[in-house]
């Protein structure tokens, strides 16, 4: 028992240790721990903490977490540094696509990555973000060379592009097959629905916000509801739902292993977001511990989730999908069962209790960082999330039957007239709601001071923990 609770807090240990290292590197532009030795460090620190079970050999494992932290940053901080210096200078530049490019009556924008400079091709990490003319046909995974201004970047991008000139665009053979199954998928459903539904639908289905129109995706941000077209753990459990119901007849390896597939092609189909990201790490370790019969505390699971993401991009501290997922989801797993128990007791809330409960817990969760990047939030979010998420998994299935049925004479035609309705329901719930602009509470973005409402919720859920248990001792000695 004793060797068992040691390893796991020195695995608790070290991805708080990851956790906080990238953070103190980010803040004070740590960038000198890039050489492999430090890997050796790491790789001594945590063997000498787990050949020696002692609990003050656990800082120790601590350290490693932050050293291995510190080197995933410096490698990051020093590619931005090298493109950094570029700002203001024509270079040539060559990357890869990363995601869908985002077309319209602007142009097209996207992000490169794998950056290679110049005629002698020298590698530098991060990311451009890049604005060139109208081109519909660049896809993600696309390698092209690029000759332009090089300005400052911002959030996640170390670099900023404006209409530079593409010198050179190829697409690699096969290519992405992912991206062509859901492209050849996504034309079915088009070829049978209106544009507006069609978009909404592919959006919630395969995470293709890049047809939503900007009005549409104005009112989503809004209401609050933004979060329902990107594509995260909500679409991976009702995959996985349908897997488990599936194969899990046959053996409950084959209903692991099918769901497990499953949110891999579905991550492949969407794009290595930071979201997806983390919601596919999180489904995945969850079906592993139920097929093993382990339980995985949900505080457990982020930290550990967390700590993996921020080593493969230390850089994702700082995007507002990573956040956004991580708060809803701590927000639903460890602050709504709180309010349950608070509000419940031992009692088994209702559905529109549950809901509200869930919604409310995420939307407290995630507060202060809409707040600080949007500088906004809606006071009515709540309503608008009972009224559309009941009914998105239906709205999911029917918008994928439509494209398995398209072609089919009869069947394509009652199966998208009900996606259609489906969707047209939602989108008059986000238009009704987005005109209500009286609910809506604004201040002024990037203000620091907006975090410190963590302490509110976190001060108000321990002094609601204290009451409970007072009650209860309470209780306790009135019986006596």
């Known amino acids: ?30 960038n000198y721990f890039a050489s492999p030795v430090w890997l050796g460090v790491v790789v001594g620190l945590f063997l000498v903490a787990y050949l020696k079970p002692k609990t003050a050999l656990i800082i120790m494992v601590l350290v490693a977490g932050m050293v291995l932290a510190f080197f995933r940053a410096s490698v990051e901080l020093k590619g931005e540094d090298y493109v950094r210096r570029l700002n203001g ?69 170390a670099g900023y592009m404006y209409k530079p000139k593409i010198v050179k665009w190829e697409r690699p053979e096969p290519g992405d097959l992912a991206v062509k199954m859901r492209n050849w998928f996504a034309e079915r459903i088009r070829g049978v629905m209106p544009e507006t539904e069609a978009n909404l639908g592919l959006s919630y289905l395969l995470g293709m916000r890049t047809g939503l ?52 092609f579905f991550m492949s189909m969407v794009g290595w977001t930071p979201s997806i990201m983390r919601a596919g790490m999180m489904t995945i370790l969850t079906l592993v511990a139920w097929y093993s019969g382990r339980r995985i505390e949900s505080w457990r699971l982020i930290i550990t989730v967390m700590s993996v993401t921020l080593i493969i991009n230390p850089m994702f501290v700082v995007d507002l999908g990573w956040l956004l997922s991580f708060a809803s989801y701590a927000g639903i797993m460890i602050m709504g069962p709180k309010l349950t128990e608070y509000f419940y007791g031992g009692q088994k809330p209702g559905f529109v209790a549950s809901m509200i409960l869930t919604t409310l817990s995420a939307t407290l969760m995630t507060l202060p960082i809409v707040l600080y990047y949007y500088g906004q939030v809606s006071l009515i979010s709540v309503i608008a999330n009972l009224l559309i998420l009941p009914t998105l998994p239906w709205a999911m299935g029917l918008v994928f039957m439509t494209g398995i049925f398209a072609g089919l004479p009869g069947m394509e035609t009652v199966v998208a007239w009900c996606a259609t309705k489906m969707l047209e329901f939602h989108i008059a719930v986000v238009e009704w709601f987005g005109e209500m602009r009286q609910f809506l509470m604004e201040i002024r973005p990037y203000q620091w001071w907006v975090f410190l409402l963590y302490l509110v919720i976190i001060g108000a859920l321990v002094m609601g923990w204290i009451w409970k248990k007072r009650r209860k001792v309470v209780k306790l000695r009135e019986v006596e």
């Open 1 to 30: 028992m004793g060797r068992e609770w040691h390893q796991s807090w020195l695995m608790v240990s070290f991805c708080v240790g990851v956790i906080a290292g990238t953070i103190l590197a980010l803040c004070f532009r740590v």
């Open 89 to 157: 200078e024509t270079v040539l530049v060559a990357g890869i696509v990363k995601g869908d490019p985002e077309t319209d009556e602007k142009g097209t924008k996207f992000r490169l990555v794998d950056l290679k400079f110049g005629e002698e091709e020298v590698g530098a990490s991060g990311g451009l973000y890049v604005s060139v003319g109208e081109n519909e046909e660049l896809a993600r995974g696309d390698e092209v060379v690029l000759e332009g201004k090089m300005s400052e970047g911002f959030g996640v991008y």
């Open 213 to 264: 129109s900007d009005e549409l995706n104005e009112k989503l941000r809004t209401v609050g509801l933004v979060h329902i077209v990107v594509a995260s753990g909500a679409h991976l459990s009702i995959l996985v739902e349908v897997a488990r119901r599936m194969f899990g007849k046959l053996s409950r390896f084959a209903g692991v292993l099918f769901s497990i597939l499953f949110v891999v």
